[in-house]
């Protein structure tokens, strides 16, 4: 339940004890977040947005398509080989330090980004609402927005500079298309970018300024 995609079961203040029961059971869960490590349970961080994702995917020059920051590099230690054997591999790194997203989000178990798809309504949590607001209050979950929980922070989407159409998704989680002949650059979270001869854009920075 704690991976994008999946949601708590909806108990409204119609469900019964069973129903309700187990969907507090899910909440109260103890999980460990994929991204920063750290002990979390769905009560306590839904919309909280405690956490940061790269919502956009990783281009062949290793920068993110959503932020235009770029992933460490791996580096070759010569020593690493000799060192392995004495410490059992509990000092050295083999994976590449992450580069902190640039998306606030929750806290996940999965290393794929949520979206606004798995925002969920609070009628649907009506049942768990006393124990979500004791624990953390509503109005200081910063995903908190008319009516919604919001898994990741609502944002302007990236235009490369020579889009024609950019698709993406929108606040409510539908996937519409922006015609960058528009003025306003609308919120949500890009997928794809075609240019006016509707070639794939890539590589998406520099983006766009913003006028």
């Known amino acids: ?65 959503c932020c235009g920051v770029k992933m460490n590099p791996a580096r070759w230690v010569k020593n690493y080989p000799v060192l392995r054997m004495y410490d059992a591999g509990t000092h050295c790194r083999e994976t590449v330090v992450r580069v902190r997203g640039c998306q606030k989000c929750d806290h996940k178990t999965s290393d794929e980004p949520f979206t606004h798809k798995d925002a969920q309504p609070i009628a649907e949590l009506s049942a768990l609402l006393p124990f979500l607001n004791k624990e953390f209050p509503f109005i200081l979950r910063s995903g908190f927005d008319d009516g919604l929980l919001r898994r990741c922070a609502t944002r302007r989407i990236v235009v490369p500079q020579r889009a024609a159409e950019v698709e993406y998704q929108d606040d409510s989680g539908n996937v519409t298309t922006y015609d960058t002949n528009e003025e306003e650059v609308p919120n949500g979270i890009e997928i794809s970018a075609v240019d006016e001869e509707e070639n794939e854009i890539r590589i998406w920075w520099p983006q766009r300024e913003l006028e």
């Not at 991204?35 to 919502?55: D, I, K």
């Open 1 to 65: 339940m704690a991976r994008p995609g999946n949601r708590l079961p909806s108990v409204t203040l119609y469900a019964n004890q069973k129903e309700v029961k187990n969907a507090f059971d899910i909440a109260t869960k103890s999980w460990i977040c994929h991204t920063c490590n750290r002990q979390f349970s769905l009560l306590e961080s839904m919309g909280v947005l405690n956490c940061w994702q790269h919502p956009g995917f990783v281009q062949e020059d290793g920068v993110w398509s």
